[in-house]
Structure formats: structure tokens, C-alpha cells
């Protein structure tokens, strides 16, 4: 059952498979994990859920794979690749990673701003636990220029001058609350000196899928959908160290 598991790897590390496929996979597994035929899978032949079928074995399961996680897991070495590695010849074009796989990246991940020219200012995780674009929801919604680094955004304030004019008092409100904690924050560039990045899932520092894996299996601090047929969500608890 885990060699037949172990079959669509190379192909969830290089694409962001469709929904389908994850239900397909699953009406084979099914029958092949109960020792039963796909339509006799009902009226108790399924001895627990499937969902705990594919919960890990520390935490009394059968340990099998979920297949949505993991491929997640694995995708989530192209955006790590992308800050450690950026003399690969494929850095700077498009990746099998949307939005959530980002969301989770920033998660996972604490950047120490040295030069400000690599960190981006609303999508990495290095002024709290959690980017501005999620800390500050109708802020980063409000604003242009989207893409800025640290750098970019910090000199003379560009960051204030890319937001859109009429705000509302609830974005009157966010603001305030960002240039609160910048000013906090007191960040310092260094001129050559480039930043960096670390896991926050591992001891070393350095991301490995088998950390993003068991990060998002563990309900307990880490509260993600477990089913194969849905994407994990991200609940806010997960920023915490």
C-alpha cells in the first residue's frame, strides 16, 4: 500500500495535480487498503475513516500518506529553492505553487532582513508572525505596487505613498496599526548584506517536505484540514512558534 503510494512523487513535486486526480487515487486505495471491491466499500466494510487512515503513526493511525498534504509538502521546495538557490536557470518563472502553498510557505518560514532587496514587504513572514498581507487584509487590498521588497517599500515610505486615496475608516484603522508597528520594528537595512531565510518546522532552519508534511497533519497546533478530496486551509493558530 505505501509502494502504491509512493507512485505519483516526481509527478506532485512538479505539478499542481487537479482535484480529480486525488479522487481517483483514493478509489484505488480504497479497495486495496479494506482487501475489498470498490462496490463493496459500504455498510462497514471501511473499519475507521479515512481521514485517520491517513494521519500519522505517532499519533496511533495507520500512517498512510495523504496525498494533498504531501504533494503540498513538496511543492513548497520550489519556493525555498527560490530564495537559497537563485542561480537555478527556472528562478524567475512560473511555479506549480498558488496561493495557499505561498500562504503556507510564509507560515513555516521567519526572514531576517539584511539588504531588504530579496524579502518581499507584504508577502514574507519578517516583521511578526505573519505577513502584512494577512495581518493587514484590506490594507494590502487597498494598496499597488504589490510587489515591492522591503527595501523599496521602507525608503521615504513608499509603501504610504502605494495606497490608494478615500480610505475608510477600517483601512484608516489597519494603517495605523502597520505604521504602529513599523515604527516598532525600527528596521534597519545593511547595504550588502543579503537576506535570509529559515524554517521554523525544523531544528536546523532548513525546510524539508517531510517537516511541512507532519507540520500540517498536526491538528493539535497546527489546524488544517486532513481529507484528500480538499486543500488544507490555514487557520491563524498555525503562526504561532
Not at 174 to 197: C, H, K, M, S, Y
Not at 206 to 233: F, H
Request: proline content about 6%; charged content about 20%; aromatic content about 12%.
Amino acid at each position: 500500500m505505501f509502494v502504491l503510494s509512493t507512485l505519483p512523487i516526481f509527478a506532485l513535486t512538479a505539478l499542481k495535480l487537479p482535484k480529480g486526480f486525488f479522487l481517483a487515487f483514493k478509489k484505488i486505495r480504497h479497495p486495496f487498503t479494506w482487501g475489498a471491491e470498490e462496490n463493496d466499500l459500504a455498510g462497514g466494510k471501511c473499519k475507521i475513516a479515512w481521514s485517520k487512515v491517513c494521519s500519522p503513526l505517532d499519533r496511533g493511525r495507520l500512517g498512510l500518506p495523504n496525498l494533498s498534504l504531501f504533494g503540498r509538502a513538496l511543492r513548497l521546495r520550489w519556493l525555498w529553492y527560490e530564495w537559497t538557490y537563485r542561480g537555478r536557470p527556472w528562478v524567475g518563472m512560473p511555479i506549480p505553487c498558488d496561493r495557499t502553498d505561498r500562504d503556507l510557505f510564509a507560515a513555516a518560514t521567519r526572514v531576517r532582513i539584511g539588504d531588504g532587496t530579496k524579502a518581499s514587504f507584504r508577502d514574507s513572514t519578517w516583521l511578526a508572525d505573519s505577513p502584512l498581507r494577512l495581518s493587514f487584509l484590506l490594507l494590502y487590498a487597498y494598496s499597488r505596487r504589490k510587489w515591492r521588497t522591503v527595501a523599496q517599500s521602507l525608503i521615504d515610505n513608499r509603501w504610504v505613498a502605494d495606497l490608494r486615496h478615500n480610505l475608510t475608516m477600517a483601512i484608516l484603522e489597519e494603517f495605523l496599526q502597520a505604521w504602529r508597528l513599523l515604527r516598532l520594528a525600527n528596521t534597519v537595512l545593511q547595504p550588502g548584506v543579503p537576506d535570509t531565510i529559515s524554517s521554523i518546522l525544523t531544528a536546523d532552519g532548513v525546510y524539508s517536505a517531510k517537516s511541512a508534511y507532519k507540520g500540517q497533519t498536526e491538528a493539535s497546533s497546527l489546524t488544517l484540514t486532513l481529507d484528500d478530496d480538499n486543500p488544507p486551509i490555514v487557520h491563524p493558530l498555525f503562526y504561532g512558534e
